[in-house]
C-alpha cells in the first residue's frame, strides 16, 4: 500500500476521529495484533467468538498508530497519541477503504473465480503477465470478503495489473459474496474457471452457483471480457448474445477459442500439450503435474492475451510458474516421493489428482484422502466414487481418514482390485504411530482431502519421522 495519510483515509470509511491527529499515516492494514507492524491500520475486528477491541493495546505495542473502532469506549485502550476512528462496522469499513484505494490506483484487474483451480489459473494468469507488466496478486488465498481487501491494499502504484481472486465463503451469513467483491475491484478481465459442486449444500443447484460466480460481471459494460471455460456445461448454457459483454472460450472443446489438445499427464513431471488459437499452434510444457493443469494454462493463456500478453511471453510465463500453497506440491521425504495436494477436495480435482498418482513414477502408488465438504445430498455417493476411482487407477494402499473417508473406502472395496490394501483411521493422528511401518522406499503417496481436514499436518509429520 502507498503511504496514505488519515486525512484522506478517513471519509471513505464513513468514520469519525475520537481523538489522535489526522497526520498519522498508513501503509498497510492488520486485524492481528499479533502480526501487525509499524504503518498498519489495525481494524478491530468482531467476530463469533473473539472481539478484536480488546487487542488494540497489543497492537499499539507493535506500532500501530490508526486504530478503527465500533466500540466508542476501545479509544481508552490506547495512548493519545494513537488516532483512534469510529465506523459502524469496522469490517464494511476496511472493504471501504480497500475500494477507494483500489479506485486510486491506476491499473487493469483481472479477477478469478470457480468452483475448482480458482488459485492455480490465478497464479498462471499472474506468472504470464508478469513478463510484460508491472504485477500484483493475491497472498495465500486472500479471496473473500475479509482478504481481498488486504490483497488490494498490498497492490503499489507502481503496479501495472492486478491478478485477484474471489472465492465463497460459507462460514458466514452474507448473500451476494461474488457480487460484494467484484464491487470493491471493478474487474476489467474476469475468469470462471468452471461450475462444479463445491458450496452446493449452500446453495442447493449448480444452476444456483452459476448465478453467484456470474456476478463478477455484474460491472461490466461493452469494454470488457469474460473468460470461461469452454468445456463446462453450465458455463455453455450463457448466450454471448445476451450479455453486454465479449466472451472468450478456453478448453478442451473443439470451438473453444483457446484449444488445449494432445494432453499429456507425466505424473509428477508435469504436462505437455499443444495449445490453439487465431495466433496459431503452440506445444506447451508445464512443471506442475494434473492433466487438468492444461485447461487451466489454456484459460489463463485466454486472459493474458486479451491483458496484451504475446503468446512467446505467455509461454515464457508458464514454464516459470510457481503454484501458491499445497497444491500438488512435490515433496521428497527420505525415499518416499508426496504430492502434496491437501489444499483442497472436490470430486473433479480427486480424480485428477489420482489420475496424475496413477501416471506418476514409483515402486507402490499411496493414497492418503480424508472427505470433501459441502457437497450436500450427493455426498455419500461423490465419495463412494471416489474411493471406486482410486481403486480402478492402480493404487496398491488407500488410507482414509473420517467418517467421509469410510465411505471412499466403502468405495474402494466394492471394486476388489487385486493387490488393493485399505486402512481406514478416525483420526489422522491415529496414522503418527504407523508411519514407518506403513511406507517402503520406492513409494509415490498421495496426500488430499478438503481443507478443514489439515491433512497438512500429516505431511509435515512424514517429514519429521521419516525424513
Known sequence: MDRKVLKEMIEPMHGKLLKGAMNQTATGISIDSRTAKEGDVFFALKGSTVDAHRFLPGAYERG????????????????????????????????????WYMESLDIR????TG?????????????????????????NNYNNLIGLPFAILELTGSMQVAVLEMGLETTIDEAHQI??????????VAVITNIGVSHIEHFGSRENLLKEKMAITDFFGPENVLVINADDDMLATIDPLKVPFRIVRAGQSEDADFRASDIQDLGTKGVRFNLSCNQGSFPIRLSVPGAHNAVNAAIAAAAATVMGVSMEDIIA?????????????????????????????????????????????????????????????????????????????????????????????????????????ILQVER???????????FRAGDTVLIKASRTIGLEDVAEEMERVLG
Do not use: F, W
Not at 497444491?327 to 516421493?337: K, N, P, S, V
Open 317 to 421: 510465463g508458464l514454464s516459470q510458474l510457481e503454484i501458491t500453497g499445497n497444491r500438488l506440491r512435490l515433496m521428497t521425504i527420505g525415499d518416499i516421493l508426496v504430492i502434496n495436494d491437501s489444499y483442497n477436495a472436490a470430486p473433479s480435482s480427486m480424480e485428477s489428482a489420482l489420475t496424475t498418482l496413477a501416471k506418476s513414477e514409483g515402486k507402490r502408488k499411496v493414497a492418503i484422502l480424508g472427505g470433501m465438504n459441502e457437497l450436500g445430498a450427493n455426498s455419500d455417493e461423490a465419495h463412494r466414487n471416489v474411493g471406486c476411482i482410486a481403486a480402478d487407477s492402480g493404487v496398491g494402499l488407500l488410507i482414509t481418514i473420517g467418517e467421509k473417508g469410510r465411505l471412499i473406502a466403502e468405495g474402494a472395496a466394492s471394486v476388489g482390485a487385486p493387490g488393493l490394501e
Open 428 to 438: 489422522k493422528e491415529d496414522l503418527y504411530p504407523r508411519l514407518k511401518e506403513l
Open 109 to 112: 484487474k483481472v479477477a478469478v
Open 64 to 99: 500501530c498508530r490508526i486504530m478503527v473502532v465500533s466500540d466508542p469506549q476501545a479509544a481508552q485502550l490506547v495512548p493519545d497519541d494513537a488516532a483512534v476512528v469510529l465506523v459502524a462496522d469496522t469490517r464494511n469499513a476496511m472493504q471501504d477503504l480497500a475500494r
Open 179 to 188: 457480487h460484494k467483491l467484484a464491487g470493491l475491484v471493478n474487474p476489467d
Open 115 to 139: 468452483s475448482v483451480g480458482k488459485t492455480t489459473t490465478r497464479d498462471m494468469i499472474y506468472s504470464a503477465v508478469s513478463l510484460k507488466y508491472t504485477a500484483g496478486t493475491c497472498r
